[in-house]
């Protein structure tokens, strides 16, 4: 009874999903450089702040920087990571709370 049930509930998920997607509804939070517009929390519109730290590291990847150089560009520049850029916000999403400082890390092979 158990397994048909759990099969049942996966079927529907997966059918309430494919509505929402076929609406055009966000199944998920947003990504960094977008927030839930504040008229209509099913619209997804772009966080400027946000976005243009995101159209910086995008120029850079163009520009050819490795990864570590970007990391390190965005630490020189005190960017917040992403988690604590929304928890700045006021914005609590899920995930593990770091009490390091809130910079981006520059790991060092």
């Known amino acids: 009874m158990n397994e ?14 494919i ?12 990504p960094y450089g977008y927030q839930k517009d504040p008229d209509n929390p099913k ?4 966080d400027e702040e946000a976005a243009a ?7 850079m990847m163009l520009d050819e920087f490795g990864t570590e ?3 390190a560009a965005l630490s020189e520049n005190k960017i917040l ?4 850029y929304w928890r700045s916000k006021g914005i609590n999403l899920p995930g593990k709370v770091s009490d390091r400082e809130p910079g981006v890390t ?4």
Do not use: H
């Open 4 to 17: 048909w049930y759990a099969r049942d509930i996966s079927k529907k998920r997966k059918l309430t999903n």
């Open 19 to 30: 509505v929402k997607d076929n609406a055009g509804e966000p199944l998920s939070l947003p």
């Open 43 to 46: 619209r997804w519109i772009v």
């Open 53 to 59: 730290v995101v159209r910086c590291v995008f120029q």
């Open 69 to 71: 150089q970007i990391a």
């Open 81 to 84: 990571t992403s988690m604590f």
């Open 106 to 109: 520059v790991r060092r092979w």
